[in-house]
Nanobody, 121 residues
């Protein structure tokens, strides 16, 4: 089992920055990929960024997000970060951390409880 705890969410004005953290514990040696997802009310979760914890290669599905967000991990591979700059009201969502061995089907990985990000205009 892997436990994930997100932190760093909050309220910020448009143009501001936030840094999300995700602390992993438990069977962390099983982790091959970690990622950040966000979910709008009534919508499915969408991937914001992910990282292969072995190769450290990163993936951003959206070029607009890629220009403003940066995913990173610490050397011990136990904490994942998402640096979010130039935040926009449309970035307001619940942000979830995910981790596991499956880098394709994230539904089978472990998930945190989420942290709320609210960006006001």
């Amino acid at each position: 089992q892997v436990q994930l705890v997100e932190s760093g969410g909050g309220s910020v004005q448009a143009g501001g920055s936030l840094r999300l953290s995700c602390a992993a514990s438990g069977y962390t040696s099983s982790i091959r990929c970690m990622g950040w997802f966000r979910q709008y009310p009534g919508k499915e979760r969408e991937r914001v960024a992910s990282i292969n914890t072995d190769s450290r290669s990163t993936y951003y599905p959206d070029s607009v997000t890629r220009s403003r967000f940066t995913i990173s991990q610490d050397n011990a591979k136990n904490t994942l970060y998402l640096q979010m700059n130039t935040l926009r009201p449309e970035d307001s969502a619940m942000y979830f951390c995910a981790a596991g061995a499956n880098c394709v089907n994230w539904a089978n990985n472990y998930w945190g409880q989420g942290t709320q990000v609210t960006v006001s205009s």
